[in-house]
């Protein structure tokens, strides 16, 4: 494994690549020292197969670490925040199909390891789309003499794993498209739903001319999921301001159907 890579893995932390850090820091600041790769898993499976993979985290610090690893859920709010709910149910769940081996080890500065999991897909299982995350928590170990509330933080690094299980197909609608101010920025927001039983990813570009035609600015919607029976807004900050006047929006979106799905509106800019 690569330097760079494991550079990327912890230090090129975004929602879009969908790797979820939570610090909890009492008054320093606070860093995380191993990284994780994959940051996401995507299985396609059938009801009552399953699949064995792996996860590599390494210890980047020059002191040992502990880590404890374990399945959770995770749902989105109508932004985009993941928000991590442990073993509390939630709709599309695939908690309870993983288990992970080993799920509390030492890592010593510079090792890496290995850490196996297994999806089980039930056998009743119905056609959908289903996620949960597998979570590598970085445990504080309180030396003799030290009290807990003197420990700095606990890191944690989530992979997300999203598991298809039989045929079932995206649905999905552009809702609504608006434009905003906010502060010295100019912000494109998109309202998408998701009615079906599967979750979709967003791939397209937003295209804005004027009324005559002209092409003013083009922009790649970021690949960001959207959860079944789910709302959500994506929203994209403008590359250069637009003058006052007035303008054509177009947007055109791949979910996974066969055919694209779009939305055309006239916004007014003061």
Known sequence: MKEGRWERVILGVSWKILVFIFLFSSGLQAQIFFGLTPIRVDLKLKPGSQTTDIFYVRNNSVKPVRIKVYAEN???????????????????????????????????????????????VPEDTEAGGYHAAVSFENVPEVQPGEKLGQVAFTGKIASAIYVVVGKVEPEGRLEDLVFQHSGDSQLIKLRLSNSGRTHFRLKGEIIIR????????????????????????????????????NYRVEVKMDIGREELIGLEKEISVK
């Open 74 to 120: 995770w749902f989105l709010k109508d932004d985009g925040t993941p928000v991590f709910i442990g073993g509390q149910e939630t709709t599309f769940s695939c908690q309870k199909w993983i288990k992970v081996n080993p799920f509390d080890f030492r890592l010593q500065p510079g090792e890496m390891k290995s850490v196996r999991f297994t999806v089980s």
């Open 210 to 245: 004027t009324l005559e035609g002209k092409k003013i600015s083009t922009l790649e919607i970021p690949d960001e999921p959207v959860l079944p029976a789910m709302e959500r807004w994506v929203t994209l900050p403008l590359k250069a301001k637009l003058f006052p006047g």
